[in-house]
């Protein structure tokens, strides 16, 4: 499975509202591609006092091929779309993670 990870620093002026654009028209949006199994968002907790709020958008994806098919065919117009109600104020990067291993239990062996 790919974890596609979108990490977006948001100046607080705009924080409530983007969190709000983005549960309410970006995610679905994203979701509605048929590309993503799942999603979730995520708030840093310990951040530099910089005016702006960092959170992580993750999207989980079936495999690479679905992944850069969306990034082809779907992203760009998303991207486009944020980065001209947002501007500077938003400011994202992406990341590709697979993911090797979910719910590892503690055995209580230390090696």
């Known amino acids: 499975m790919i ?3 979108v990490t977006v620093s948001v100046e607080n ?3 409530d509202e983007w969190l709000q654009w983005m ?3 970006h995610i ?3 979701m509605g591609t048929g590309f ?3 999603n979730q968002i995520c708030r840093l907790m310990t951040e530099v006092e910089n005016g702006g709020t960092t959170y992580a958008v ?3 994806c079936r495999n690479i091929d679905d992944l850069e098919e969306y990034q082809r065919d779907h992203a760009p117009a998303l991207q486009e779309k944020t980065a001209n ?3 500077e104020k938003a400011l994202a990067f992406r990341s590709v993670l697979e993911i090797v291993a979910t719910d590892v239990e503690r055995t209580g062996n230390a090696e």
């Open 3 to 5: 974890l596609y990870n």
């Open 85 to 87: 109600r947002y501007g």
């Open 13 to 15: 002026t705009v924080a």
């Open 36 to 38: 993503f199994l799942s």
């Open 23 to 25: 549960k309410e028209v």
């Open 28 to 30: 679905p949006e994203v």
């Open 58 to 60: 993750q999207y989980f």
